[in-house]
Structure formats: C-alpha cells, structure tokens
C-alpha cells in the first residue's frame, strides 16, 4: 500500500517537520536507534526495569519486523534532518489473530523465565507483560476483518509531535478499510492522547496484578501509572 502522506506540520514550539511514511532501510535503521536511545529511556515500563540497550535490541527487533512488512508506519523529522518521532504499526487481519491463552492468573515467574529471549529476563518481561495486555484480543475482535495495530508511538520528548503522528495513523488506517485501531498503553501520557482521539479502555492490566515470584515486576514508575490500557477506536 502506498499513502501520499508529505505533509509539513509544525509542533507547538514553532519548528518545522515532515512525517512520511517509512519505506527505505535509512528510515529503518532510524527507527531502531530512536527506539534504543529515545523509547527505552522515555517508556515507563523500560525504565522502572532500568533496562539496558542490549535487554530491548532483539524485543524492539521483533516489533520493527513486524510493523516494517507493510506500509503503515511513520517517521517524523525536523528541519535538520533529524528524527523527531516515530509511529509503529501493523495490519492485523481475522485469520491472523491468534488466541492466547486465558487465565486470571496474576503470577508470571515461569513464563518470564521460559520466555522467547534467552538470557534476556527484561525483554521476557516485556513480552509476557504485553502478551497479559493483549490476552483477550481475539474475543474482542472476533467479528473484525481488518484492525491496525499502533504498536508504538514515541517523540522527542520538547517537540509535541504525537498527535501529529496519531492523526496520521487514523488516516492511513481509514485508506486501508481497517474497522478499528487497536493500541497497548503502558504510559499515561499515550492513554491520556488516545483517549483524547476517542479512543475506548476494553481492557486494563494493573501493574500490581503482574508478579514474578509474587513480586509485582513494575514498581515507580516515572509517571505514577497504575496500568496498561488496551484500547480501541473505531473508524466510521
């Protein structure tokens, strides 16, 4: 799919921008290093876990995979030349959603340690945390064809370009006939934007009801959040 997104748009500070969708390995490699030197260190999650470069690499690798396999993705870059956001997502279709299993289970030790990431517990964290999020996606899109998945958005934390990036993400969701957009949240301030475009809580994870060896795995976060919210916004 091919989108005519160039737009010029302007944050709050006055400066200048493009976002375009990301289409070369200049953009991808971009992404990556953004996620690495921006995301981790800005995410709540992440941080409360004080994970390091090499703990996200191989999770970030696998989101990027994921999102980069179609052309829904943005990046966003100031008058310089430099990246200034980025806005990750996929397409998720019916027959592509898979069920996980269900459980009101609140004790993760064994799937953190037997997670897909060897020798990496942080990123396993990461993984069963978000697979907790996600666990009843399938019932909640049971009649649904098409969804975009937003997987991640993410700015230069004095450039106030995510709603830009937002916006842009409902418009090629609506090019590509998805029915609905569907995002994790783990930050405040995403929940509070999302919420802001309209966007619904269908499911909330308390970060109190994820342990490990009966410790709950998040504790002070930077933005005092109590959970994640998966969330869903419908396209008319």
């Not at 921006?38 to 996200?56: G, H, M, W, Y």
């Not at 299993?101 to 064994?110: A, D, H, I, T």
């Not at 301030?189 to 966007?199: E, I, P, V, W």
């Amino acid at each position: 799919m091919n989108f005519h997104l160039e737009n010029i748009f302007y944050s709050n500070q006055g400066h200048q921008f493009v976002i375009v969708p990301i289409r070369t390995d200049q953009h991808r490699a971009e992404v990556l290093s953004f996620m690495q030197t921006q995301f981790r260190v800005q995410e709540p999650i992440t941080n409360a876990l004080k994970c390091s470069a090499q703990d996200t690499l191989p999770f970030y690798k696998d989101i990027c995979s994921a999102c980069f396999k179609y052309d829904l993705s943005l990046i966003a870059h100031d008058y310089h030349g430099q990246i200034a956001g980025i806005a990750l997502s996929s397409l998720w279709q019916g027959n592509e959603i898979q069920t996980l299993k269900s459980s009101k289970n609140k004790e993760f030790g064994q799937e953190i340690r037997n997670g897909p990431y060897i020798g990496l517990d942080n990123a396993n964290r990461l993984f069963s945390f978000l697979e907790m999020v996600e666990n009843d996606l399938n019932l909640i899109l049971k009649n649904e064809k098409c969804v975009l998945k937003l997987e991640i958005i993410s700015v230069h934390p004095i450039l106030g370009l995510a709603s830009n990036l937002l916006k842009k993400s409902i418009e090629i969701a609506r090019v590509a006939e998805c029915s609905h957009i569907i995002t994790s949240a783990t930050a405040v301030a995403s929940q509070n934007l999302f919420k802001k475009f309209g966007f619904k809580t269908v499911h909330k994870v308390l970060f109190n009801d994820f342990l490990e060896d009966g410790e709950p795995v998040f504790k002070n976060l930077h933005d005092n959040g109590s959970g994640a919210e998966l969330m869903l916004y419908k396209l008319e």
